[in-house]
């Protein structure tokens, strides 16, 4: 399969709206969940996403990458489902951040 530069990126962004648009609607699964199983959850996606914009040269703080990622602000989308990590979500993700 040959696909030039354009349509890579093209189809790059679409996977990642597509996971953006799958986790926005998947507000069951916690954050640390994410970080347990996958090692990355929303806010690394938010992170990356800053951290891309800052290496063009585009202002993005990361409250805004937040809102991108998130669908809404961070501090909204918290009230609305986060919950309260339990004692065993705090234990794997102690042990699988050990290093």
């Known amino acids: ?11 790059e962004a679409a996977a990642f709206r597509r996971l953006l648009e799958h986790l ?6 916690q954050n640390i ?3 347990n199983l996958a090692g990355f959850c929303r806010n690394c ?32 989308w ?3 489902h986060q919950s309260a990590a339990s004692d065993e979500q705090k234990a794997k993700f102690a042990q699988s951040h050990k290093h």
């Open 1 to 11: 399969m040959t696909i030039d530069d354009k349509t890579k990126t093209e189809l």
């Open 24 to 29: 926005r609607g998947r507000t069951d699964v």
């Open 33 to 35: 969940d994410m970080m």
């Open 45 to 76: 996606l938010s992170n990356w996403f800053e951290d891309a914009a800052k290496a063009k040269g585009v202002a993005v703080t990361r409250d805004e990458a937040r809102t991108m990622v998130y669908g809404m602000p961070y501090d909204e």
């Open 78 to 80: 918290k009230a609305r």
